[in-house]
């Protein structure tokens, strides 16, 4: 699934850049949804297979996946936030900070650090808002009619998403152990608190998209659908890559179908999850696949910071969209050459043939 996972993390970038003359593949929103999918699908791989009764060496190898790069890209940002206050006056991605810092108090501030560097609660920054006055946090139903919004505070903003991986990675070891009636239960559970979020009004971003109890959905699905793949054996014309080229066309597609997006997201998870045994049996042995994957973390968290540079380098929308889409790309393969491939390796002498999955690889 690795070039699949590639073009999901274009779809991110290009969602927000504005697109490529308005076209960003399946959006940013579903792009993530789907490798929450992707996720489920790989740690139930992974739980059931090589690292059934290693569970404290699964989420280890799991955090030496996810915690390195997130750190190169936050020192990379804070860097370049630095210098760009030097030369310009303003301070990129600490520009909140440098406005709001002095009013937090020590509670809030410490939240925010450790948010920030450690990742935990990451996705929380949009549950919440600040009071400026008192410099304390306060939940928020909606976080745009907030002032600031929390989530500027947030270095990477984009990893919001690595957080919610991080909480399902703690579960994953004791639903691989579930019986299948159970995870679809918990499927069930899950899918009942979306929509109850939905009866209270409850229907836009962040509690459709980033409330980790509605998204575990996505995530037991995934894992579904490998004992669905599992549970069977593939006919000539399932291994043959009709599924892989069904889910490509279909994600080449998808902007141009009708109907509402919301609908449309949905048509297309089912459709991905119908397909994503047939996918992965394709794909499993494709070293240049693999190699696609492996590049789509990467992607995923340093074209934020590339999208800033490349807003010095041209401030011509479309131009600078073009630039960190490319940018995007070679830095991706920088960083995987760097830091990426040498933790990899050391993964795979603890436990050989470590695969990569989801944005966090």
């Given amino acids: 699934m690795g070039l699949i996972r590639l073009l999901l993390a274009i779809s991110v970038v290009l969602a927000h850049v504005g697109g490529s003359g308005g076209y960003d ?38 955090c030496l996946r996810v915690f390195p790069l997130y750190w190169v890209v936050l020192l990379m940002t804070l860097f370049w936030s630095s210098l760009t206050l030097l030369r310009f006056g303003h301070a990129s991605r600490l520009d909140v900070w440098q406005q709001y810092g002095s009013s937090l108090d020590t509670a809030s501030l410490s939240a925010l650090l450790f948010t920030n560097l450690a990742l935990i609660g990451h996705e929380m920054s949009v549950f919440f808002g600040l009071d400026v006055d008192t410099g304390r946090l306060f939940l928020a139903r909606d976080y745009r009619v907030t002032d600031p919004q929390l989530h500027f505070f947030m270095v990477v903003p984009q990893a919001w998403s690595l957080s919610t991986e991080l909480c399902f990675y703690l579960l994953a070891p004791w639903l691989s152990r579930r019986s299948t009636l159970t995870l679809v239960l918990v499927a069930m559970a899950s899918a009942a608190v979306r929509v109850g979020l939905a009866v209270a009004g409850l229907r836009d971003d962040p509690w459709d998209y980033r409330f980790f109890p509605s998204e575990l959905l996505l995530f037991v699905a995934g894992m579904l659908a490998f004992r669905r793949g599992r549970a069977r054996r593939f006919a000539p014309l399932e291994r043959s890559g009709v599924g892989f080229a069904l889910v490509l066309i279909g994600m080449v597609v998808f902007p141009w179908l009708p109907g509402p997006a919301e609908l449309k997201h949905w048509i297309f998870f089912v459709a991905f999850w119908t397909a ?22 990467p992607v995923y968290l340093a074209h934020g910071l590339v999208f800033l540079v490349a807003g010095v380098v041209s401030g011509d929308p479309r131009l600078r969209g073009a630039i960190t889409l490319v940018a995007s790309l070679l830095v991706a393969v920088i960083l995987h050459l760097v830091v990426q491939r040498p933790l990899d390796r050391a993964r795979s002498r603890r436990v050989p043939q470590d695969v990569s999955f989801s944005p966090s690889g």
Avoid: C, H
Avoid at 34 to 57: D, H, N, P, Q, R
């Fill in 25 to 62: 593949i399946v959006g940013g929103r579903a792009a993530v949804q789907t490798f929450f999918m992707i996720s489920g699908y790989y740690m139930a791989l992974v739980l059931e297979g090589k690292y059934a009764g290693k569970y404290g060496l699964f989420l280890a190898n799991r």
């Fill in 276 to 297: 994503m045994p047939w996918v992965f049996e394709f794909t499993r042995s494709n070293p240049r696949d693999r190699l696609a994957g492996d590049l789509s973390y």
